[in-house]
């Protein structure tokens, strides 16, 4: 048996065997959140190479099923299964069931070629266009808070009425909610990092959307400050919220007659989560002396560091701005 084999006590523990033990370990040392993330992966994972022994398991196979992943996902995603795989072998040693880490041998591509895809966002006209067309008041509210407040979606859906001051117009991020988890439909944790944790402001045409809204919601019987505020009993299910905001964007590029707009003044299809990068991109491309990449850093519960590394595009004319301001200088 060569280096890279690796005995263990029982001869028919599988690489699924190992995941499995080391999930059971998981939830017990993490958040929920990041225990449903990381379940999805290790799912993937043993749909793969789960059937295999720990006690062949080795480099040269590992490193065909990392290449085979190169192959089909992004370096991100491969990264990501890359360092689970890493984790449950790392907790396969702790607990004696191989000698040693058989993936230290395996490479990922750097792909430094790659060009990084370009972030969907959209524009302040393209917003407007959008949200003039939904309809329902709840999610009318909720996607104009995910724009004006650049909230991730699990931190606005876990939003009760007691974390919003809106006579000071603030908003007190300290949760997320999270969906089916370890039998819970969902479940209330806090927020993704301790920089997640901020009191915000919201602008006054947001605070005034939130007034109306809490007024229709004053309305319904059992109201009070511990209500949801998208949802009322409970959070909004994450599946009404896509379907609500893919149907916007359909009706946004709808005539009224049911037939399409022309492409060119169609806005683009993007996710609920880029709502957040079109609220950062805003304050980037707007900034002024009045406030700072900290600033804004601060407002969405990332770093600068992470700002600087995430929100690298433009709006639609910047660069001409730039050139513009160059030939005036020059």
Same mark, same amino acid.
Do not use: H
């Given at each position: 048996m060569d280096v890279e084999s690796h005995k263990i006590p029982t001869s028919n523990y599988t690489m699924s065997n190992l995941i499995d033990d080391f999930l059971d370990h998981y939830i017990t040392q993490n958040k929920a959140s990041s225990y449903q993330s990381n379940k999805q992966v290790y799912a993937k994972i043993k749909a793969s190479i789960g059937h295999i022994k720990l006690s062949k398991l080795n480099a040269t196979i590992l490193q065909s099923y990392i290449n085979d992943l190169d192959k089909k996902y992004s370096k991100r995603y491969v990264e990501k299964?890359?360092?689970? &795989?890493?984790?449950?072998?790392?907790?396969?040693?702790?607990?004696?069931? &191989?000698?040693?880490? @058989?993936? %230290?041998? /395996? =490479? +990922?591509?750097? +792909?430094?070629? $790659? !060009?990084? %895809? $370009? *972030?969907?966002?959209? $524009? @302040?006209? #393209?917003? #407007?266009?959008?949200?003039?067309? /939904?309809?329902? %008041? *709840? =999610? =009318?509210? !909720?996607?104009?808070? !995910? =724009?004006? *407040?650049?909230? +991730? %979606?699990? $931190?606005?859906?876990? !939003?009760?009425?007691?974390?919003?001051?809106?006579?000071?117009?603030? /908003?007190?991020? +300290?949760k997320t909610v999270t969906f089916k988890v370890a039998n819970n439909p969902w479940l209330i944790t806090p927020p993704k990092t301790g920089n997640s944790i901020r009191i915000i402001t919201m602008p006054s045409k947001l605070k005034n959307i939130m007034v109306e809204w809490k007024n229709i919601q004053k309305n319904i019987y059992g109201f009070d400050l511990t209500r949801y505020v998208f949802g009322f009993t409970r959070p909004l299910a994450p599946e009404n919220v896509r379907r609500h905001f893919n149907d916007g964007i359909t009706k946004a590029n709808t005539n009224d007659d049911g037939t399409p707009i022309n492409e060119s003044d169609q806005i683009p299809k993007i996710r609920i989560h880029d709502l957040r990068h079109s609220h950062a991109s805003y304050l980037i491309n707007n900034k002024s002396d009045m406030f700072t990449d900290f600033d804004i850093a601060k407002r969405l519960g990332d770093t600068v560091q992470t700002l600087h590394e995430t929100y690298a595009h433009w709006f639609h004319g910047a660069d001409k701005n730039i050139i513009d301001f160059m030939d005036q200088d020059i």
């Open positions: 299964i890359y360092y689970c &795989i890493n984790k449950a072998l790392n907790y396969g040693i702790d607990k004696n069931k &191989i000698i040693n880490n @058989p993936l %230290k041998k /395996v =490479y +990922r591509d750097t +792909r430094k070629n $790659e !060009l990084k %895809k $370009e *972030m969907n966002f959209w $524009e @302040p006209y #393209q917003f #407007q266009k959008f949200i003039s067309r /939904v309809d329902d %008041k *709840m =999610y =009318y509210t !909720l996607f104009s808070f !995910l =724009y004006y *407040m650049g909230c +991730r %979606k699990g $931190e606005a859906l876990a !939003l009760q009425w007691n974390d919003i001051d809106l006579n000071n117009s603030t /908003v007190n991020i +300290r």
